[in-house]
């Protein structure tokens, strides 16, 4: 892992933003609760389609004045046009943010085929570098077990280098159980000559049913194992936020001892389940 280890370990955090004033009030507790280990950024997801935009901006602005801390918002390129994308660029740019998380993007039920002026994160990547030049650090998705609509894990890797070859910071991954899907990624990056940061991305367990319909969507792989002992613990919760907790904080571990650039948090909006992975490992914050 000797590619990855050279870089300056991260931590991060990401928040969804919510639907209600509640929703917005629980979230100013997590922030604040999370805020406290000092991570190095927090990142907001966008909803399919730009269906979220205004409350990404609100929940960017909302996490970033409430913290002090730098805040990504995830910018998605499917279903929305180059105007709303520039306009979009200038008004983060003018908002003092100069962290990106540049995706594809899902299609919005209803759309059909009407993927927007821009196709790929490889276009997004592009655009926002020719509108912004170097103003933003640009993170994009990377895909252990493979991105669930690729034609195969070559035709993968080689769309992941045309993300970095367009002008890509850093990356995140989705998150996975199964730390050789990882390993042999980074070995192919690094043989393919992708220079960049590739954090795993890390889901904490807390709902069995949740995970599945997750993973289900992502195409993330939950070992065998790991379901065997889920599904044995039924309705016990308790349990299953214990065995959550030790298995994703060994599979941290392991990850950091190998040479990870450190780990994003995918939190849900929930602080417990993170601080105590992030408390386990004695994490710097």
């Known amino acids: 892992m000797n590619s990855q280890s050279k870089y300056d370990k991260r931590f991060s955090f990401e928040f969804f933003p919510p639907k209600t004033d509640a929703g917005m009030e629980k979230l100013g507790v997590v922030q604040q609760q999370l805020a406290a280990r000092k991570p190095g950024f927090f990142s907001v997801t966008y909803g399919a389609g730009g269906s979220t935009r205004d409350r990404t901006f609100e929940t960017v602005m909302s996490v970033k004045n409430g913290t002090g801390i730098c805040t990504a918002p995830h910018l998605s390129c499917v279903g929305d046009t180059k105007k709303q994308l520039a306009e979009l660029l200038q008004q983060y740019k003018a908002s003092g943010i ?31 570098r020719e509108q912004s030049g170097d103003h933003f650090h640009i993170e994009v998705a990377a895909y252990p077990e493979m991105h669930p609509q690729a034609q195969g894990m070559k035709a993968d890797l080689n769309a992941f280098k045309t993300k970095v070859d367009a002008g890509a910071s850093s990356a995140i991954t989705q998150y996975f159980f199964n730390i050789d899907a990882y ?103």
Not at 228 to 255: K, N
């Open 98 to 128: 100069n962290r990106i998380v540049a995706l594809r993007g899902d299609l919005p039920s209803g759309m059909g085929a009407s993927l927007g002026e821009l196709k790929y994160a490889s276009d997004l990547v592009r655009f926002i």
């Open 183 to 285: 390993k042999f990624f980074i070995d192919s990056c690094e043989k393919m000559g992708i220079e960049i940061p590739i954090v795993p991305g890390i889901m904490p367990i807390t709902n069995y049913e949740n995970l599945v319909r997750f993973s289900h969507t992502c195409g993330a792989e939950i070992p065998r194992w790991i379901k065997v002992r889920m599904e044995a613990f039924a309705g016990d919760l308790p349990s299953i936020v214990q065995f959550g907790e030790e298995v994703v904080t060994s599979l941290c571990q392991e990850l950091l001892d190998m040479g990870a650039p450190g780990l994003h948090f995918y939190t849900l909006n929930q602080a417990a389940p993170t601080l105590a992975i992030w408390d386990k490992l004695s994490l710097a914050g």
